[in-house]
């Protein structure tokens, strides 16, 4: 059983176009995150959830919208894609607050 | 603002020897300190933690450091083993406790 799932793991698509990736975890865990890893490789938070409430949302343009319907799943859904959010994006999870985060395997988006 | 570096982007060891990978960090609100490994294609995953009270932590065959007066930590593997071979990322949690910031990563790669 994966733990922390996230699909599609691979999305190419044209610039303007609207997008979602989905993360279910099966864990129990009470919080959840979105990170971003662009071409440079740094590993950069975009949010969490704790509990279904958005605790942090780190300077991300607003085009990139959470949802959270319930504590095990966190949608990400962008809209109007531009060719600089081209990254691996990454699902994770913990049980309560950061610390030990179990991840995805990662969405790999390509913009063109 | 990098306030988690991973200066080595790569690092190449024999098999049995040590791998010592290294992280260095700003921020001294940083209390928690944890390394993930990551093999192509998957997230990373939770190897080894630290607690900014303690300098030494160790679970088999990874150890890893804290040295906070130089704001320094490594992760010591040994032996090293094919296996091994990933990327490794050091990330620190503040003491707020909100999030983790993830270093760039090292490239292990252990040659048979």
């Known amino acids: 059983d994966t733990a922390v799932s996230q699909t599609p793991k691979y999305l190419v698509t044209q610039m303007g176009n609207d997008k979602s990736i989905k993360c279910e975890q099966n864990l129990g865990h009470d919080t959840m995150y979105w990170y971003k890893q662009d071409s440079k490789k740094f590993l950069k938070i975009m949010f969490s959830y704790n509990n279904k409430e958005l605790i942090i949302n780190e300077t991300v343009p607003n085009r990139f919208s959470p949802k959270s319907p319930d504590k095990a799943h966190l949608n990400l859904h962008i809209n109007s894609l531009e060719l600089g959010d081209s990254a691996v994006y990454f699902c994770?999870?913990?049980?309560?607050?950061?610390?030990?985060?179990?991840f995805g395997s990662g969405t790999q988006l390509s913009v063109l | 603002d990098q306030q988690v570096k991973q200066n080595s982007p790569s690092l190449s060891v024999q098999e049995g020897r040590i791998s010592i990978l290294n992280c260095d960090y700003t921020?001294?609100?940083?209390?928690?300190f944890l390394w993930y490994k990551k093999y192509p294609a998957e997230g990373p995953t939770f190897l080894i933690s630290i607690s900014s009270i303690k300098d030494k932590n160790e679970d088999g065959r990874f150890t890893v450091f804290l040295n906070k007066s130089a704001k320094h930590l490594s992760l010591h593997i040994v032996p090293s083993q094919p296996g091994d071979s990933a990327v490794y990322f050091c990330?620190?949690?503040?003491?707020?406790?909100?999030?983790?910031?993830f270093g760039t990563g090292t490239r292990l790669a252990v040659r048979p």
């Open positions: 990330a620190a949690r503040g003491s707020s406790g909100d999030k983790l910031t």
């Open positions: 994770a999870s913990s049980r309560q607050g950061p610390g030990k985060l179990f």
């Open positions: 921020n001294s609100m940083f209390d928690y």
